[in-house]
């Protein structure tokens, strides 16, 4: 970091329309700086960033820890950390007792115990006692003793040559039924693991593969139960190396998925099998649980007497989850908080949160606005200190009875053990929204600040009532990704009257990189907006510590490069944001319009599917939002046929989308809801939600015989404000209706800020009738108001197109900007792509050029347009001294009446171009600076003279940047003005 760089940053954002800044700090593949987080030095440049924001203008916000998710430091303790239920189990024979209890598996130092139960043995825990199986693997250095020593922490790496399987084998003396498989801790983000078994130890037959659950950020494991499996070898095989701490073959049935079960994975209510069936020998008898918590000394040691017979005795105990903040830097990484515990998350607050506001507003006193939680990516949790006593306290049952739930086993019967388990999840969610996501929105409330909380990741939590906490919900969406997470955050701001919902856009990985632009930008943006996010936060803007390179710093592969050293920054970056300032303020006009809400049930943990999971469930262009079981239950009433909500938004439908039964009392209420004419389609009583929409005559709110475009609705009083795009790759001509009272429309260019009449009809069935042709990739607004007026439909007669006055021919001369090229200027007999000229400094160019010419015009000026044709990326325009505009996205076409003039023009475009090529060419080029990247886990100093903001040393290339995605022999892409230019008049 540095001051320098910070000023000019932030000078950049506000000089182009930025309204501000979140501030992460995140170690991602790139060197270690000089500035050491939560420094004093640190503290000062936040304090720096703060000032310069309200000399600015521009909002200041700040992530509320040091990575990208999710709460915690170095400061946190294990006694403060995120916790989960742990145990060793014993067998034993009945009467005298004296032994000590192996501990179970503690993280960070840190252990705590529960309880010690015994229970009569169960029949495949006694198997699974008496069996001896030799452990044997494909690779001969792989240790079998570790992953079987009971302790998953410690681990071992099966290597697995290229092109082959390598397998871990269990080898039995005779033939046994195996049950399910527990492979634990395993850092393998892609581990595929597959159940093989043999008779003779020679011949195989796969029996399964199996999902991976994650159970922390950078924790896997499989964890399945299944129909019984006899055979006398077994093995577990995969395709490439991963790492594991430990492997279990049981002839003991155990619950699947268990640590879906016990909020330590995610798996939403929609993912969690409904019946546990097993067989009645797998069932403890919960009369004949013993409590021998008393009788357990603090060395662990027990002594007892137990009636005769086979005995379990189960230590049960909580440790860490060893969950850190990710991706944070050494000084910033630690434990992450519990997230069960109020107090613990204060304590964060008190050794980070709090002191960056106080230490901000020393400086800035009105810069500050708001504070972030990201996308939650650190794991389950399922105990904290103090939860028996909590959880019979909001119950009134004890939970140590069904402690053995945690570990597999059935208690009573398999209804009740569901029944315990989903409300052991059901109160999970409920702390973790209370204790953590409500008392960040609290305080930060209590500051006079914004709370915005991206409520979705791998937590346990319902994501609709996490979303609900805070004053901005925010999603995410990424470059080139047709799924997105938007439905939690936009319904949970729909549903609890939050207007704006914001969004982390634009991220992209390393195949976007130095190709984004705000044409590719915008498409993105669009879609979003028709998703009904009204607020971007851009992903990402990367502090360009040093001031005398470029392109400069990156997030390692992240990112879609939103900086400002990209050379179409100052002015296609102004045109873009304009752009998006005017559609976010229609977006966030009066309330949002949505057809059905989706009830998403009570099995937590809860997700929001998002819209295209359900869409083809529901006539075309009928959109849901997810309706959580507090609004259905209290916070809504049933208004002429509709589910209102206290803003008064309104649904026209309720959708029940799952085979199994809602509770008892989100069903009754349903009923309640039907009996007041609010239609209702729940599918376990197999309701089609399209005829049940249908049926009950509703409709799309926009209609067409032909393609629907995208489209989002927001309503102001009796104004109907909607947001069409064409998403597709091909122009289109939609003929459409609207649900809009026989409005008479206005479309509203977010590109020109124009609004023009539009000719429309009135159907027989009140609709607005329109046509409109949109481009491939091309959006508007259309504004529905009673002030308008009807413009008359008239059928153009097909010759009817715009009239091509003059083509901009040259010759062209091209002056290339001195601070990106020693070109110089040169003549062009006609345009060409830059890229395809034989010079290498052109056919390498990247950065600002000027293209000038002259041309005669005859024509008109009213009307006259200038099509730029193929623009590489972004083009300003001076027509005879007059600045005409950017040109920046599709169709590449500027208004010049009030500039072109009959006879001689002179024309200037100075173009923006990327830095792809120049990289390219760089890339041939000896690298004189020093800098190495790194992996993803930097070990290594920045180089002292990017540190110390000083020029890079002398060499052939013109770029420096801290990743490179480009080699020698990648292929250029277009560059330049490419056109054809043409002057048109157009047609009335």
């Known amino acids: 970091m540095s001051r320098e760089g910070i000023t000019r940053d932030l000078e950049s954002l506000a000089n182009v329309g930025v309204g501000g800044i979140v501030l992460f700090h995140v170690t991602q593949g790139i060197s270690h700086g000089t500035v050491r987080f939560n420094s004093a030095e640190h503290l000062d440049l936040i304090a ?12 200041f916000m700040f992530h509320n820890a040091d990575g990208w998710s999710s709460s915690g430091g170095p400061w946190i303790t294990p006694e403060q950390s995120m916790k989960r239920v742990v145990w060793s189990e014993t067998l034993v024979d009945g009467g005298a007792v004296s032994l000590r209890l192996p501990q179970p598996p503690a993280r960070e130092g840190f252990y705590r115990d529960i309880a010690v139960l015994a229970y009569p043995a169960l029949p495949g825990e006694l198997r699974d006692a008496a069996l001896q199986p030799v452990v044997t693997a494909s690779d001969p250095e792989f240790a079998t003793d570790i992953i079987r020593d009971g302790n998953p922490d410690t681990s071992a790496t099966l290597a697995v040559p290229a092109g082959t399987r390598g397998w871990i084998r269990f080898s039995y003396d005779e033939q046994v039924e195996i049950r399910s498989i527990s492979l634990l801790n395993s850092p393998s983000r892609s581990l595929d693991a597959s159940l093989e078994i043999s008779q003779d130890g020679e011949n195989w037959e796969m029996v399964d593969s199996f999902a991976k659950q994650r159970v922390g950020k950078f924790e896997w494991m499989l964890d399945e139960a299944f129909e019984p499996v006899a055979a006398q070898h077994f093995r577990i095989s995969a395709p490439e190396s991963f790492e594991l701490g430990e492997l279990e073959l049981s002839t003991l049935p155990r619950i699947p998925n268990l640590v879906l079960h016990t909020s330590l994975a995610q798996g939403t ?177 209590r500051e006079g600040l914004e709370s915005i909380v991206e409520p979705y990741g791998m937590g346990p939590t319902n994501d609709v009532d996490v979303g609900a906490t805070a004053s901005i919900p925010a999603g995410e969406f990424w470059m080139g990704r047709e799924s997105a997470h938007f439905n939690d955050a936009v319904s949970a701001a729909r549903l609890y009257g939050r207007n704006i919902v914001a969004a982390e856009g634009f991220t992209s990985q390393d195949e976007v990189n130095w190709h984004f632009d705000p044409d590719m930008g915008r498409v993105w943006g669009d879609r979003a907006w028709i998703g009904g996010i009204n607020q971007f936060m851009f992903h990402r803007f990367a502090h360009q510590a040093n001031t005398h390179v470029m392109p400069g710093m990156t997030m390692n592969r992240y990112g879609s490069h939103f900086d400002r050293t990209q050379p179409w920054w100052d002015e296609g970056g102004a045109a873009w944001f304009t752009y998006m300032a005017r559609g976010q303020h229609l977006l966030r006009q009066g309330l949002p319009v949505t057809d059905v809400a989706m009830f998403v049930g009570e099995d937590s943990p809860v997700g929001c599917p998002e819209r295209q999971v359900y869409q083809d469930r529901l006539p075309a262009g009928v959109e849901f939002n997810c309706l959580n079981a507090e609004t259905l239950l209290s916070r809504s009433r049933f208004v002429d046929g509709t589910l209102e909500l206290p803003n008064g938004a309104r649904y026209g439908m309720i959708w029940w989308p799952q085979d199994r039964v809602p509770s008892d009392a989100a069903l009754a209420r349903m009923e309640e809801a039907r009996a007041a004419g609010v239609p209702v389609a729940l599918a376990h009583m197999g309701q089609d939600a399209a005829a049940v929409f249908d049926g009950a005559g509703l409709a799309s709110r926009v209609q067409s015989d032909g393609t629907l475009p995208m489209f989002t609705e927001r309503r102001v009083g009796d104004t109907h404000i909607f947001f069409v795009l064409n998403a597709g790759e091909m122009d289109q001509q939609y003929d459409l209706a609207f649900a809009a009272s026989g409005h008479a429309p206005e479309m509203w260019n977010p590109v020109t800020g124009e609004a023009v009449a539009l000719p429309a009809q009135v159907g027989d069935d009140g609709r607005t009738q329109l046509s409109l042709p949109l481009r491939a990739g091309q959006s508007t607004f259309l504004i529905f108001d009673t002030a308008n007026a009807f413009l008359p439909v008239v059928a153009e007669p097909e010759s009817a197109s715009a009239n091509v006055v003059t083509g901009v021919e040259g010759p062209w001369t091209v002056a290339f900007d001195p601070a990106y090229s020693d070109a110089g200027t040169i003549e062009l007999e006609h345009l060409t792509d830059l890229s395809t000229l034989d010079d290498p400094e052109i056919r390498h160019f990247s950065g600002k050029a000027t293209w000038r010419t002259t041309f005669s015009w005859n024509g008109k000026r009213d009307g006259a347009m200038l099509d730029l044709g193929q623009v590489e990326s972004v083009a300003t325009v001076q027509l005879n001294g007059v600045a005409v505009g950017t040109a920046w996205t599709r169709p590449f076409a500027l208004d010049v009446s009030d500039a072109i003039r009959q006879g001689e023009n002179i024309l200037e475009i100075e173009v923006a171009t990327l830095w792809v090529n120049r990289l390219i060419g760089d890339a041939a080029l000896e690298d004189t600076s020093g800098f190495e990247p790194e992996g993803r886990w930097p070990e290594r100093q920045m180089i002292e003279w990017y540190s110390a903001n000083e020029p890079p040393p002398p060499g052939p290339r013109r770029t420096f940047a801290t990743q490179y995605f480009q080699s020698p022999d990648d292929p250029l892409v277009p560059s330049g003005l490419i056109g054809p230019v043409t002057i048109y008049e157009q047609a009335d």
């Open 269 to 445: 209510g929609i993912r969690l099998p409904e019946r546990l069936d097993m067989a009645a020998e797998t069932i403890i008898d919960p009369a004949r649980i013993i409590d021998l918590s008393a009788q357990m000394g603090g060395d662990g040691r027990i002594t007892a007497r137990l009636p005769a017979g086979d005995w379990t005795i189960m230590r049960f105990g909580y440790t860490s989850t060893g969950a850190t903040n990710v991706i944070a830097s050494p000084e910033g990484t630690g434990l992450e908080v519990d997230k069960f515990s109020a107090s613990a998350f204060m304590a964060h607050y008190d050794a980070f949160i709090g002191p960056v506001i106080a230490r901000s507003r020393e400086v800035a006193p009105g810069a500050l606005t708001g504070v972030v939680i990201d996308s939650y990516e650190v794991g389950g949790q399922n105990w904290t200190q103090g939860y028996d006593g909590m959880f019979a306290e909001r119950f009134g049952q004890s939970i140590i009875p069904w402690l053995p739930a945690y570990t597999g086993r059935l208690v009573s019967s398999a209804a009740e053990t569901r029944d315990m388990l989903a409300r052991v999840r059901s109160y999970n969610a409920e702390l973790m929204r209370e204790n953590y996501y409500r008392v960040f929105a609290d305080t930060m409330a």
């Open 48 to 59: 720096h960033v703060a000032a310069e924001c309200e000399r600015l203008g521009l909002q």
